[in-house]
């Protein structure tokens, strides 16, 4: 454990953050999940608009990487376009 106050402070800080974001990252996961386990096209379609939503917001949050969001939004549209 650190002996500044600041540093006592910083950790304390950084493991708050790391919870929330594993707990995002979870519900991100849940949500592609939710897309790729969709049976027809209209629910396959509102469980996109969830998954984007939550990919966006990771972005801006700087949980993934920008690359990653382009690559899963891609995906999982062309999997939705797929559903009969």
Known sequence: MANI???KKSILTSRK??????????S??????????AKTKEEGQQALVVAYTK?????????????YVANQKSRLAKHVNSLA
């Open 55 to 67: 990919l966006d917001k990771a972005c801006a949050k700087n949980i993934v990487h920008k690359n």
């Open 28 to 37: 991100l996961k849940t949500a592609i999940k939710a897309v790729e386990n």
């Open 5 to 7: 106050k600041s540093d």
């Open 17 to 26: 953050r790391n919870l929330q974001n594993t707990s995002f990252k979870s």
